[in-house]
Each structure stands twice: as structure tokens, then as C-alpha cells.
């Protein structure tokens, strides 16, 4: 039999801590059959951004549709869509997909390097969070989406509930900048379900976010309910954040294949 199918949308990061290098990586972790539609192309390292070129909308709608009509999909994952063009061409095609979609609605990256134009915010909102079964933003993408600002635990809810004002099923606020230990909060609007995880003192967290949203949507694709399978991908994050590495002589990747030598939790 063939493993479960998990489509990423992203940009590629050329160093490989995030983007479609992150997401193809923690598919394979967790045992499902990774395939890409490349967005951007990024020359970046440890120590930021150098450059990024978007495809052409043509080319991201071909290569969506080889994947998908052909192979067949049991989950999408978004990551850097770049324009509004492309996020709107990438929202028709979740539309017509029938799929659970985890949207990652990249902002910048982790070295405070933009990676979606201004103009593609109002398309985030109005096109791409409608199709998204679970949107995972963190308080500085909920800020830049909502206008809400998150500065305690307590602000979580408000930040959730304005997400879901825009259309997810279910929202994942966040909160690793928050300080104290690392809690996220998952809510479709009525249950609330708070994942609490120890915080590492290991500043090489690279691809926390691809790895989040590309581990929620392997789970996904494995049958697994949203609360279950959020739950799986922050255990696997968080082993990966510990094992994160120095690469470079800025901020490290995390460590993607770590559960494949420590044994994989919820697989």
C-alpha cells in the first residue's frame, strides 16, 4: 500500500531549514509521501534573506494540477504564496480540492525578512483563511492579519476569535513569543483545546512554522481528527525545536528527523 499523499504549496528555502525543504522533511518523519508546488524561490541562509523570486502563476497552477490529478492528495499545506495573485490562484485551486487544508499564512521569515507583498494581505483574508481547515498563525502574522495584538496568554482567545472571523474551520494561535512556556491555543470557535510544551533554551529554531503546519497536515492525512492531530504535531515540533542545531553562523534549523532515530510520537 502506498503512504498517505501531503501536497506543501510553499517556497523553497534554499538552506534548508524552512519552507519546502522543512515541510518535505517532516513528511518523511512522519511516514507520509511528500510532494511540492514550488511558489518562490529564496536564496537564504542562517543569517537571513537574500533574494526571492515568485513563479508564475501559471507555472504554480501546473504543477498543482499534475500533483493532484494524477497522484491525488489527502492533505495540503500552504506556506509562502508571496502576491495576492498567487494566493488568489492558490485559493481557487484548495477550493475545488476536496482535502483538509492547513494554511500557514507566512508573513516573514524567522530572521524578520518579508516574504508576502502588503498587497496580498486583504487575498489572505478574504480568499485563502475561507478554505483553510486549520490556520496556524503566530501573534506577529494574527497582528499583521487582524490588527490584534497579543501580549499576555489571556489575549489568545481575542486573536483566535478574529482569525475565525475570516473563514477557517479551526485557528492554532501561536504563542511561542510569549514568554514562559510555549502554549498554543486550537479552537473552531466553541472547544477550546490549550497545548502547553516546555520552552528549550535553544536559539536555533528555524522552520518552526513550516514544521508545525506540515506535521498537522501529515496527521491530517493519516485520518486523524484536527484536535488529535494538532496535538501530535506540537509533540513532534517541540522534540524538534530541543534537537535544533547551529548551521552557519546565524539562526540554526530545527531538527527534522530527530524522531526518526528517538522513535516517532503519535505514528
Not at 41 to 54: D, I
Not at 131 to 150: C, F, H, I, M, S
Not at 210 to 225: F, K, N, V, W, Y
Amino acid at each position: 500500500m502506498s503512504p498517505p499523499r501531503v501536497l506543501t504549496v510553499a517556497g523553497s528555502d534554499s538552506g534548508g531549514g524552512a519552507g519546502i525543504q522543512a515541510d518535505l522533511k517532516t513528511m518523511l518523519a512522519l511516514g507520509v509521501h511528500g510532494m511540492s508546488v514550488v511558489t518562490a524561490v529564496t536564496a537564504q541562509n542562517s543569517l537571513g534573506v537574500q533574494g526571492a523570486w515568485e513563479l508564475p502563476v501559471a507555472a504554480v497552477r501546473a504543477q498543482y494540477r499534475s500533483v493532484v490529478d494524477d497522484i491525488g492528495v489527502q492533505a495540503v499545506k500552504t506556506g509562502m504564496l508571496a502576491s495576492a495573485e498567487l494566493v488568489e490562484v492558490v485559493a481557487e485551486l484548495l477550493a475545488a480540492t476536496d482535502a483538509p487544508v492547513v494554511v500557514d499564512p507566512v508573513g516573514v521569515s524567522k530572521h524578520g525578512d518579508p516574504l508576502l507583498a502588503a498587497s496580498a494581505l486583504d487575498a489572505v483574508r478574504t480568499r485563502l483563511l475561507p478554505v483553510a481547515t486549520v490556520a496556524t498563525p503566530n501573534l506577529d502574522e494574527v497582528a499583521q492579519l487582524t490588527g490584534v495584538r497579543v501580549e499576555s496568554e489571556a489575549g489568545l482567545r481575542e486573536a483566535a476569535e478574529a482569525v475565525l472571523a475570516y473563514g477557517p474551520r479551526w485557528a492554532l494561535i501561536k504563542g511561542g513569543h510569549l514568554p514562559g512556556e510555549a502554549v498554543d491555543l486550537l479552537t473552531d470557535g466553541s472547544a477550546e483545546h490549550w497545548l502547553r510544551a516546555p520552552r528549550y533554551d535553544n536559539r536555533h529554531t528555524h522552520g518552526t512554522g513550516c514544521t508545525l503546519a506540515s506535521a498537522i497536515a501529515s496527521h491530517l492525512a493519516r485520518g486523524r481528527e484536527v484536535p488529535e492531530a494538532v496535538a501530535a504535531a506540537k509533540e513532534y515540533v517541540t522534540g524538534a525545536i530541543a534537537a535544533g542545531f547551529a548551521l552557519g553562523g546565524g539562526i540554526g534549523p530545527v531538527d527534522h528527523g530527530w524522531a526518526l532515530t528517538r522513535g516517532t510520537p503519535g505514528v
